[in-house]
């Protein structure tokens, strides 16, 4: 019986079937000259700038691309492949070169996040996992820092894995909230796995468990001194009043850290539990705050001088609510030598190997240019040779501490205008260099000869 989970044995499979269709066809014509492939986003939406994510999943996958014996078996079942495809396949490995900018950065639209250099089946069977994993974590990621963002210095806490999109969904989303500044997160397997503080105390059916809302209260607080006591399950004030009563019973004794409101109007409730909490002296107890929150949300409240010190964001964060995907392509740019690009209205791409480079003035990001890969313009170049020959570079080992440090750079260096959460005026600038534009015109030239002949 095969896993219902997708893991290092069984990745190999997790792939649209048409890449080993088109496979087999260049295993059969003798196809296998080096190809580039470009993953990048065609168009922003949304967003003022993306937070480049995924990057580490992706080279786990390429150097851990295996065929198993159980997974030809299956192949086989299908009839569409020959016994001496199949045969190749037990020996496929993935030995190409993969160029990205660093997770963590920001980036923007029809700039190459990934670029794969690898012989033409390599490079095409890659692409479903491929495009996965760095849509789906660069679009969290991209989500995520916009609520951290409006937060301010208040801890934003990942409360968003109940109502994801499958358990990769929820476990790849801590990875790209740490990336992008969220402080900590429910989801325990996630802390496990990427070393973020995990956070949780109670819910409201704990609450309803107890004859008395005030012996749940007390027998929490028992076993968690220092817990977040959740007040909103009856009578969001008396639940609060219930807290100040205790704390007088219990006096030096009474350590809980804060309370959470997950209802009602936040910022009233906020306002009237914070002068509750002070008029009994318990200045120190913070307040947190949840229920259908996003940036948006956050901002008002912020704005609207909610005394909120943390907020705990679930389905919106997690789903993506406003933009729930990435425009993503990972397109074919070149081939045995020769620029290759995609004409169809809408859909162009860019050919050829290609940098990014950076501008900078006075410390802050002006402008992004887009060149050849071999043009050395002004600015810092962005995508850096992150694997080899199918084996990671020094700069394919960064850390997720790494990316988070590049995150936190790169957004300090951003115009101030991009960090708004309505479109900002004028969006960032991104160019192309005459050399990219020339290749451009080349290649439009030549498929217009080869398309149309005299």
Same mark, same amino acid.
Request: glycine share 8%; aromatic share 8%.
């Given at each position: ?33 080096? =190809? ?8 922003? +939406? ?10 580490? *999943?992706?080279?786990?996958?390429? !150097? ?27 020996g496929f490995r993935f030995t190409g070169d993969v160029y990205a900018v660093r997770e963590g ?46 937060? /301010?210095?208040?801890? &934003? ?5 109940? $109502? ?7 476990? +790849? ?37 107890? %004859?008395?809302?005030? %012996? ?5 607080? !028992? ?12 009578? *969001? ?13 219990? /006096? ?21 539990? $914070?002068?509750?909490?002070?008029? =009994?002296?318990? !200045? ?19 704005? +609207? ?6 907020? /705990? ?15 993503? =392509? ?6 045995a030598g020769r620029p290759r690009m995609k004409l169809a209205a809408g859909k162009v791409n ?17 402008? %992004? ?42 957004? &300090?260096?951003?115009?101030? $205008? ?6 900002? !005026? ?10 990219? $534009? @020339? @290749? ?8 217009? =000869? ?5």
């Amino acid at each position: 019986m095969p896993t219902t989970w997708v893991n290092d044995d069984n990745a190999a499979l997790f792939t649209d079937l048409y890449e080993l269709t088109m496979l087999q066809a260049y295993f059969r014509e003798g196809m296998d000259e080096e =190809a580039v492939f470009d993953l990048f986003v065609r168009r922003m +939406k949304r967003r003022n700038f993306l937070l480049a994510c995924g990057l580490d *999943t992706v080279l786990h996958y390429l !150097e851990t691309l295996r065929f198993t014996p159980e997974a030809l078996d299956y192949l086989g079942t299908l009839g569409l492949f020959g016994d001496d495809f199949l045969e190749y396949l037990a020996g496929f490995r993935f030995t190409g070169d993969v160029y990205a900018v660093r997770e963590g950065t920001p980036v923007f639209a029809n700039e190459p996040l990934l670029e794969v250099v690898a012989p033409i089946g390599q490079a095409q069977l890659i692409e479903t996992f491929v495009l996965n994993q760095i849509t789906f974590q660069t679009g969290a990621a991209s989500k995520a820092v916009r609520v951290v963002r409006a937060a /301010g210095d208040r801890a &934003v806490v990942d409360f968003g894995m109940r $109502r994801m999109h499958g358990g990769d969904a929820a476990l +790849k989303a801590v990875r790209a909230y740490h990336v992008a500044g969220v402080k900590a997160t429910s989801n325990v397997l996630g802390g496990h796995v990427f070393g973020m503080p995990v956070t949780g105390t109670m819910a409201h059916s704990y609450v309803e468990a107890h %004859d008395h809302e005030t %012996d749940a209260f007390r027998a929490f607080a !028992e076993l968690y001194p220092e817990t977040t006591l959740l007040v909103d399950t009856y009578d *969001t004030l008396e639940g609060v009043r219930k807290v100040v009563r205790m704390a007088r019973e219990m /006096g030096e004794a009474f350590r809980v850290r804060a309370i959470r409101l997950d209802s009602g109007d936040l910022a009233a409730l906020a306002r009237e539990a $914070r002068k509750i909490l002070d008029d =009994a002296g318990l !200045e120190r107890v913070r307040i947190f705050a949840s229920s259908s929150l996003d940036e948006y949300a956050v901002a008002e409240l912020l704005a +609207k001088g909610a005394p909120i010190d943390g907020f /705990g964001v679930g389905t919106r964060m997690g789903t993506m609510a406003d933009q729930p995907y990435l425009d993503t =392509a990972y397109k074919l740019a070149g081939y045995a030598g020769r620029p290759r690009m995609k004409l169809a209205a809408g859909k162009v791409n860019l050919p050829g190997r290609k940098q990014v480079f950076r501008c900078f003035e006075d410390g802050r990001a002006v402008r %992004d240019v887009i060149a050849r890969a071999d043009e050395d313009l002004d600015g810092t170049p962005l995508l850096e040779c992150v694997m080899r020959g199918g084996v990671r570079t020094e700069a394919g080992r960064r850390t997720l501490a790494d990316a988070r440090a590049q995150a936190e750079a790169g957004l &300090v260096a951003l115009p101030e $205008r991009l960090h708004a959460l309505d479109a900002a !005026e004028p969006p960032y600038p991104v160019d192309l260099s005459e050399g990219l $534009r @020339r @290749r451009i015109e080349e290649v439009r030239q030549a498929l217009a =000869a080869e398309t149309h002949p005299a």
